[in-house]
């Protein structure tokens, strides 16, 4: 099994929304991880199973205070708490402080998110979806995101949106690439109007960036379907545009993780 991690370059373009999305629709056993160092929002939004709200107290702030001793893939399981629906969450932390504070704590965090990747708490292996945010110019969580079998970054269809993009793509090659020479799978999802096409555009674009950068498709701007993650009802959420899009996004990404990663250009 493997890590998979959604970010965006710039603003609110959804990566928390499709990294939520792509929990609740993915087809094999799964861990959604809120490792979004300027402050988490999945326990704000994603009620708790059986109502209530999900324990901001729990999930990554106790792992990284613990992870200067070293962690275990225990460790990481024992903060999950299951959201609407049963997804299994470890919720984030609280301020970017927090994140800068525990700054030499992710590369345990890492290690242990892998191991439970890969099965090593004997509970079973697991794919591990990490919310990580906006990208910044030095991302405190850059470790986990190297240990990703693949990468999504969200971009919303419009002109900063893209170019913001299109500059953090240039900066990943090298930013991700690890100690083998290998990088991530590296793929963008384009959030907008799917209706006019701009989108596809727009993705062209960031495609030019390289061969390594991927195309993992299109997602609406559908803020009824994303309300499902705040608690609101919906009738028959399977048949809202977001939903529908994100089963074949969310085919493409789980195709992409369970490849191997590709040779940095």
């Not at 490792?35 to 009620?47: E, F, I, L």
């Not at 324990?55 to 275990?72: F, M, N």
């Not at 690439?177 to 799917?194: A, E, N, Q, S, T």
């Amino acid at each position: 099994m493997a890590v998979v991690s959604f970010v965006s370059a710039k603003g609110s373009p959804g990566a928390t929304t499709t990294a939520m999305l792509s929990a609740a629709l993915w087809p094999a056993p799964v861990l959604l991880l809120d490792a979004d160092p300027a402050g988490g929002d999945v326990a704000a939004r994603w009620p708790a199973a059986g109502g209530g709200v999900l324990d901001a107290e729990r999930g990554l702030l106790p792992l990284l205070t613990s992870a200067r001793r070293g962690l275990s893939a225990e460790q990481v399981l024992a903060q999950v708490q299951p959201a609407s629906g049963g997804t299994p969450v470890v919720c984030g932390l609280g301020s970017p402080e927090q994140a800068q504070a525990a700054e030499r704590s992710w590369p345990s965090l890492a290690a242990a998110v892998l191991d439970v990747a890969r099965g090593a708490s004997g509970a079973g292996a697991t794919d591990v979806l990490v919310d990580g945010g906006r990208l910044g110019a030095h991302p405190v969580h850059l470790p986990l995101l190297r240990e990703s079998a693949a990468v999504v970054l969200v971009v919303r269809d419009d002109v900063a949106g893209v170019l913001h993009a299109r500059e953090r793509l240039r900066v990943l090659a090298g930013a991700l690439r690890r100690g083998d020479g290998l990088l991530p799978r590296v793929g963008v999802v384009v959030v907008g109007d799917l209706q006019r096409g701009d989108a596809d555009g727009s993705a062209r674009v960031l495609l030019e960036v390289g061969e390594w950068v991927e195309d993992f498709g299109r997602l609406p701007l559908d803020a009824a379907g994303a309300r499902v993650f705040d608690g609101a009802r919906t009738a028959r959420p399977e048949r809202t545009a977001l939903v529908r899009a994100g089963r074949t996004v969310v085919q493409v990404v789980a195709a992409a993780a369970a490849g191997r990663a590709r040779s940095a250009a």
